[in-house]
């Protein structure tokens, strides 16, 4: 069953959540600020989000 675009869009951010957690338990591990991580995975995950939602909308409009 192929994905539809809203679960393709939900599953990036978990992606790289699941790519960030043993950045994330290392830092807490050693007592290292976690907000760079968190900045950047925000950051990250939010430019992926929007560069497929206008690739979709792209691919929808030119049908």
Do not use: C, D
Request: proline content about 8%.
């Amino acid at each position: 069953m192929p994905l539809t675009l809203a679960q393709f869009l939900f599953s990036i951010p978990v992606t790289l959540g699941v790519l960030f957690l043993p950045f994330l338990v290392g830092g807490m591990l050693k007592n290292r600020p976690l907000k760079p991580l968190l900045i950047a995975y925000v950051i990250v995950s939010a430019l992926l989000v929007a560069f497929f939602s206008i690739l979709a909308l792209f691919e929808h409009l030119n049908k």
